[in-house]
Antibody, heavy 122, light 108 residues
């Protein structure tokens, strides 16, 4: 069974750096066809893609947030870490990680972790 | 960036009725489109990928169609567990992906 679980602080202050960890099980981060993506969702709003990482360390970032994001992985620990600098109250959201499968020309975001709500407030 | 627009924002449907949700892309995404279902307090769940292929375990009452810029998700006979928010997502512009704003399917 494939599972992903997000962990990190529930509250951060404005200007601080957020560090979130996604711990995966049921698949390996060394699998060439699989990666992990981070997606966020402000309360009552839509989903927003943030970043991906794959086994070969291929990384991609949202254009609008690229300067603030860093994604990395520790294959031995089955963990993917996302850092976001200079946090602002508008960054308050539930942050999800999801497995990505690349199957020929198809990209599958499945499954998703349960999400972790991060509130930015002083 | 490819903008995904979903309509309507809210759809009121009676159980057993058919629901038709629309998703429009600002430029062609070929068939590189997925649909997700999200229930309150839960993570999104993949329903459809490749515009029309059901993900593993998804009931046959869910179907997707379309290509290019116009897509439709149809739920043939709404069950109580189908009342949720539905999102479309394009991955044609990989590695950048974008989601639509969502359609909430509520009980009429």
């Amino acid at each position: 069974q494939v599972t992903l679980k997000e962990s990190g602080p529930v509250l951060v202050k404005p200007t601080e750096t957020l560090t979130l960890t996604c711990t995966v099980s049921g698949f390996s981060l060394s699998n060439a066809r699989m990666g992990v993506s981070w997606i966020r969702q402000p309360p009552g709003k839509a989903l927003e893609w943030l970043a991906h990482i794959f086994s070969n360390d291929e990384k991609s970032y949202s254009t609008s947030l690229k300067s603030r994001l860093t994604i990395s992985k520790d294959t031995s620990k089955s963990q993917v870490v996302l850092t976001m600098t200079n946090m602002d109250p508008v960054d308050t959201a539930t942050y999800y990680c999801a497995r990505i499968q690349r199957v020929v020309a198809v990209i599958l975001f499945d499954p998703w972790g349960q999400g972790t709500l991060v509130t930015v407030s002083s | 960036e490819i903008v995904m627009t979903q309509s309507p924002a809210t759809l009121s449907v009676s159980p057993g009725e058919r629901a038709t949700l629309s998703c429009r892309a600002s430029q062609s995404v070929s068939s590189n489109l997925a649909w997700y279902q999200q229930k309150p307090g839960q993570a999104p769940r993949l329903l459809i990928y490749g515009a029309s292929t059901r993900a593993t375990g998804i009931p046959a009452r869910f179907s997707g169609s379309g290509s290019g810029t116009e897509f439709t998700l149809t739920i043939s006979s709404l069950q109580s567990e189908d009342f949720a928010v539905y999102y479309c997502q394009q991955y044609n512009n990989w590695p950048s992906v974008t989601f639509g704003g969502g359609t909430k399917v509520e009980i009429k």
